[in-house]
């Protein structure tokens, strides 16, 4: 650039920052389309935001790939010289998207991914709790706060000290100062966010088992459509990740099976494993002994699961959220999404498949080998009525999507999964989608502490048996917790009624859940499809079906 770096917003830079946002786009986790092959990238806004040192912006634009639809994404940047330029380069050099050379003054500087700069968080906050809209080139910044902001605001003021996490997620999260949290939305689309729509629906009626809503910035383009940028909450202190609370409880049951007498080791119980998850039958001793106290932890969450569906579908005059009946027109239309599923990520693991390891390519060539089996399994959906309602779900419920909380639980993240359009995340389903999808997180979580272990562990024992054990754990664990969910919702119309129809929904919504995360770790994390794979044998086994 000549004069100044946000010269790259205009002209000839723009095009240059275009082409390094292309190259550097697939090294980010929440850049959704790694497995696609980019054609351009196109730049319409960029906003400045208010802040206190470097000039700001945020960038919105659009990815259009070879083939398929194209994707929009927002990206906040800056551009830091001298020690701030060493200080991003040291701690955040993935966040660099390109270098700039200014020739009047022959400084060099770094342009960055700026959720990083307290600056930025600064004002992102302060935009929302003032609710000052922004003007843009084709649009307009419009924040909103709620009571839980505006007493933060008189209580402790907005010089919050902001820390942005360094997990590799869908979103970007920043934390200020253990008072609120922020998601940062990458890929957005026209419409609200689940995440945004549901806080508000369960903050206006008092849920207290998720965060309550404090505030939220949305863009609206020039045809007023809104788009949803951020999310911001409360934060609740004091709590932990369930998901790695989880893995010690795996940890600990797999050392007390590794103590246990040669036969009792080699043989677990695995043989009622299939009849277990909706068998109404006392669970045998000898299991809670090793498994231990998770296994109240598992019908907390049960509870908290039927307590947040319940609110969900508790407002008839609220069109969004106001349960509506199955049909056969949508069970139809789920039986041809789940086809279209399984046959786009079973045809991206035929695509993928070379690149694999030899054993994860002998798993690939099993689950392939099983389309026409998934296929016949889902058409169960539409072999006979369902006499249920649908209602607004979570959306994207697993292990990773509830903090513990003391003895409890709190329920978070309602964006809904990340590969699927709005539309479909904002459209009603079974309530069992969101109990299928904790139930396969518990699978999955049995199989990844087992992917874990130090060698020794095990040492004696097959890979079969270690198996058998991470299926024994799930399914005892998962029954505990579908019981206590099925005891709490009682006779909720969200519920097929007769058991026969609650096991084909459930298997369905198992499957499905199976089918997607295959595609998302191929797209995301293929050094854990090893896990997904095993996941969705343990479902599709014959000999003990689920």
Same mark, same amino acid.
């Given at each position: 650039m000549a004069r100044d770096w946000v010269e790259v917003l205009e002209g000839r830079g723009l095009a240059s920052l275009a082409s390094a946002l292309q190259q550097w786009l697939p090294t980010r986790r929440?850049?959704?389309?790694?497995?696609?092959?980019?054609?351009?990238?196109?730049?319409?806004?960029?906003?400045?935001?208010?802040?206190e040192g470097e000039k700001t912006f945020l960038l919105l634009f659009r990815v259009n790939y070879i083939e398929g639809d194209s994707e929009m994404y927002v990206l906040p940047i800056a551009c830091a010289f001298g #020690?701030? !330029?060493?200080s991003i380069a040291g701690k955040w050099p993935q966040l660099i998207v390109a270098q700039v050379a200014l020739k009047r003054s022959r400084k060099i500087g770094l342009l960055y991914d700026a959720i990083v700069s307290r600056e930025f968080c600064h004002a992102l906050l302060t935009l929302m709790a003032q609710r000052h809209k922004i003007e843009g080139h084709r649009g307009e910044l419009e924040p909103e706060s709620t009571g839980v902001l505006q007493r933060i605001r008189r209580e402790q003021g907005l010089e919050i000290k902001p820390k942005v996490s360094k997990a590799e997620q869908s979103n970007s999260s920043i934390i200020y100062d253990s008072s609120v949290i922020l998601k940062f939305f990458r890929r957005i689309e026209p419409g609200v966010n689940p995440e945004l729509e549901i806080e508000r629906f369960l903050s206006a009626r008092n849920f207290s088992h998720s965060p #309550?809503? !404090?505030g939220a910035l949305e863009y609206h383009d020039d045809g007023d459509r809104a788009s949803t940028l951020a999310v911001l909450t409360s934060f609740i202190p004091g709590c932990h990740d369930a998901w790695e609370d989880t893995l010690q409880a795996l940890n600990r049951f797999y050392q007390q099976v590794g103590r246990l007498p040669g036969k009792l080791r080699l043989a677990p119980p695995v043989s009622q494993a299939g009849s277990a998850l909706l068998s109404r039958g006392p669970l045998p001793q000898p299991p809670r002994d090793l498994i231990g106290s998770y296994l109240q932890d598992a019908k907390t969450l049960?509870?908290?699961?039927?307590s947040l569906h319940l609110a969900l579908a508790s407002d008839p005059s609220d069109p969004a959220f106001r349960a509506e009946p199955w049909n056969p027109a949508a069970q139809q239309s789920m039986f041809e999404s789940l086809?279209?599923?399984?046959?786009?990520?079973?045809?991206l693991l035929r695509q993928r498949g070379p690149t694999l390891s030899p054993d994860s390519q002998a798993l690939?060539?099993?689950?392939?080998?099983?389309?026409?089996?998934?296929?016949?399994r889902f058409e169960k959906i539409i072999q006979q009525p369902i006499a249920a309602e649908r209602i607004r779900t979570h959306g994207d419920f697993h292990l990773g999507q509830v903090l513990h909380h003391g003895s409890d639980f709190l329920i978070i993240d309602f964006e809904g999964e990340p590969a699927i359009s709005l539309e479909e995340r904002r459209s009603k389903q079974s309530a069992l989608r969101d109990v299928a999808g904790m139930i396969y997180s518990f699978f999955y979580a049995a199989?990844?502490?087992?992917?874990?272990?130090?060698?020794?562990?095990?040492?004696?024992?097959?890979s079969e048996i270690q198996a058998d054990w991470a299926r024994y754990w799930s399914v005892r664990v998962g029954a505990a917790f579908l019981r206590t969910y099925l005891e709490t919702a009682g006779t909720a119309p969200f519920l097929p009624t007769g058991e026969l129809a609650m096991k084909i929904m459930l298997d369905v919504e198992l499957l499905r859940k199976a089918i997607y995360e295959l595609g998302y770790?191929?797209?995301?994390?293929?050094?854990?499809?090893?896990?997904?794979?095993?996941?969705?044998?343990?479902?599709?086994?014959?000999?003990?079906?689920?």
């Open positions: 929440w850049f959704r389309g790694k497995a696609r092959t980019i054609e351009s990238v196109g730049i319409f806004e960029h906003i400045s935001v208010p802040t #020690r701030r !330029a060493e #309550r809503l !404090a049960g509870r908290r699961t039927a086809r279209d599923l399984t046959r786009h990520d079973l045809q690939a060539q099993r689950v392939m080998a099983l389309e026409p089996l998934i296929l016949r199989n990844a502490a087992l992917q874990k272990l130090p060698r020794t562990q095990f040492s004696r024992v097959r770790e191929l797209n995301n994390r293929p050094d854990w499809i090893n896990v997904s794979f095993r996941v969705l044998l343990d479902l599709l086994d014959s000999e003990n079906p689920l």
